[in-house]
């Protein structure tokens, strides 16, 4: 089944400890992207991928940080998280014209 | 800078029509429409270049405008299975490898 599949799909961490949500998708597309959700606000994208070892900052990349090592995963890293971090994450892959989302990641930080 | 979306939230009966309408800042390559049902993730629905084009989609259909920077959303004959936040995404270079949606449109359609 092709599906973008992301763990965890819920955390609750401290403020100041490192954690990375992986992504991985199995539909082989270049295009691959972070994005977070705050009500209010919509979808904010964090960070953008291209290719492998092709990446690039969204609208809103700080405290944030990607690798993009093979084509199909795509790893958010957040090296010392805080309270304003706290939100749902979704990572995305796809062609540059049609996304297709994963399930998403509800991250809250004490 | 976000696209603006109009209305923020609308009720509607089944059967009547809706608008959801797009409003960008700045100069825009393309417009990409979403659809997020409660609890679930983004779905495509479709995607409008530059050029002014319409597209449609069963009953739903789009229409985008370069030059006044806008794009509308238009629902007919609405069904339950329509409500759910619309998002509109907005890219300003072709590619469209940075998008920026707007802060979503809730739609509740009522028996």
């Known amino acids: 089944e092709a599906q973008v599949t992301q763990n965890p799909r819920y955390l609750i961490t401290v403020t100041g400890k490192k954690l990375t949500v992986t992504c991985s998708q199995n539909?082989?597309?270049?295009?691959m992207s972070w994005y977070r959700q705050d009500p209010g606000l919509g979808l904010r994208q964090i960070y953008y991928?291209?290719?492998?070892?092709?990446?690039d900052k969204g609208d809103v990349p700080e405290g944030y940080k990607v690798s993009r090592k093979e084509k199909r995963n795509f790893p958010l890293i957040l090296e010392s998280p805080s309270p304003n971090q706290t939100s749902l994450y979704f990572c995305?892959?796809?062609?540059?014209?049609?996304?297709?989302f994963g399930p998403g990641t509800r991250l809250t930080v004490t | 800078q976000q696209p603006v979306q109009s209305p923020q939230a609308v009720i509607l009966r089944e059967g009547e029509d809706a608008v959801i309408n797009c409003s960008s800042s700045?100069?825009?390559?393309?417009v990409h429409w979403y659809r997020q049902k409660h609890g679930e993730a983004p779905v495509f629905l479709m995607i409008?270049?530059?050029?002014?084009e319409q597209k449609g989609h069963d009953k739903i259909s789009a229409s985008f405008n370069e030059k006044k920077q806008q794009s509308s959303l238009y629902l007919t004959a609405s069904q339950l299975s329509y409500s759910g936040t619309y998002f509109c995404?907005?890219?300003?270079?072709?590619?469209?490898?940075?998008?920026?949606f707007g802060t979503g449109t809730r739609l509740t359609i009522i028996p």
């Open positions: 700045k100069a825009l390559y393309s």
């Open positions: 991928s291209m290719n492998v070892e092709v990446t």
């Open positions: 995404g907005t890219a300003s270079n072709f590619g469209n490898e940075k998008l920026t």
């Open positions: 995305a892959s796809g062609f540059s014209y049609e996304q297709y």
């Open positions: 539909m082989n597309h270049e295009y």
């Open positions: 409008l270049l530059k050029g002014g």
